[in-house]
């Protein structure tokens, strides 16, 4: 079956620091990765999406970036922190027009 | 950018009453999913709606779509306080961002024991 892995669970980084938040999937191959940030009490933001290694869309500007060095493997990273990154970071996979798996998430505070 | 707009935000009702919980979105749609996400957890998939689907049932779920009226609603029947979540809808659009699910900002459901 699928799984999907994200960590940390919780972050708590200062201002300018660099930040890396790595998501697994097992179970199946070549599947469309996505990051997603909600802020408190709100919905999910769109942030990265990959339909492959190496092709990383993004869907608003900001401070963040992905990568997706293998097949299975999504990184989300800032080089600065800002504390407007602050959140919750959530890492999903699903293939066209079906259900899409979450990971438990990443609550980061940047302070 | 938001595509579907969950009503009410918050809603509040006692065990073994239904819960309603409304989604209106804007472009087409290959098909609308609801999802469940517990407090500082991920979020669990429910059910999938296609745009040549009306209704469809899961246990105490069902989902209704309106394509003509770009809407579709959540009702949960004889809830139980373990219902207690935010629920959220999201569609999954055709054309250039296909297959990505764009999800509204979700309705906190309160079930009371």
């Known amino acids: 079956s699928q799984t999907i892995h994200q960590w940390p669970a919780t972050l708590v980084q200062p201002v300018g620091s660099p930040l890396s938040l790595e998501c697994t999937v097992e179970?199946?191959?070549?599947?469309?990765l996505y990051w997603y940030r909600q802020a408190a009490g709100r919905g999910l933001q769109l942030l990265f999406y990959?339909?492959?290694?190496?092709?990383i869309s993004s869907e608003v500007p900001q401070n963040l970036s992905a990568s997706r060095p293998q097949d299975r493997q999504f990184i989300l990273s800032s080089k600065k922190l800002l504390l407007s990154d602050s959140g919750f970071y959530l890492c999903?996979?699903?293939?066209?027009?079906?259900?899409?798996?979450f990971g438990q998430g990443t609550r980061l505070t940047v302070v | 950018s938001q595509q579907g707009e969950e009503d009410p935000q918050a809603l509040s009702i006692q065990e073994g009453e239904n819960a309603t919980m409304n989604c209106s979105y804007k472009?087409?749609?290959?098909?609308l999913q609801w999802y469940r996400q517990n407090s500082g957890r991920g979020l669990v998939h429910l059910i999938l709606?296609?745009?040549?689907?009306r209704e469809k049932h899961s246990g105490r779920l069902r989902v209704t779509l309106d394509t003509s009226k770009k809407s579709s609603s959540l009702l949960i029947t004889a809830s139980r306080a373990a219902d207690t979540a935010s629920y959220f809808c999201?569609?999954?659009?055709?054309?250039?961002?296909?297959?990505?699910?764009?999800f509204g900002k979700g309705t906190k459901l309160s079930v009371k024991p």
């Open positions: 999903a996979w699903k293939d066209s027009y079906t259900e899409a798996f």
């Open positions: 999201a569609t999954d659009n055709y054309g250039g961002s296909q297959g990505n699910l764009i």
């Open positions: 472009t087409s749609i290959n098909n």
């Open positions: 709606i296609r745009s040549n689907e």
């Open positions: 990959s339909v492959g290694i190496g092709q």
């Open positions: 179970g199946t191959s070549n599947p469309n």
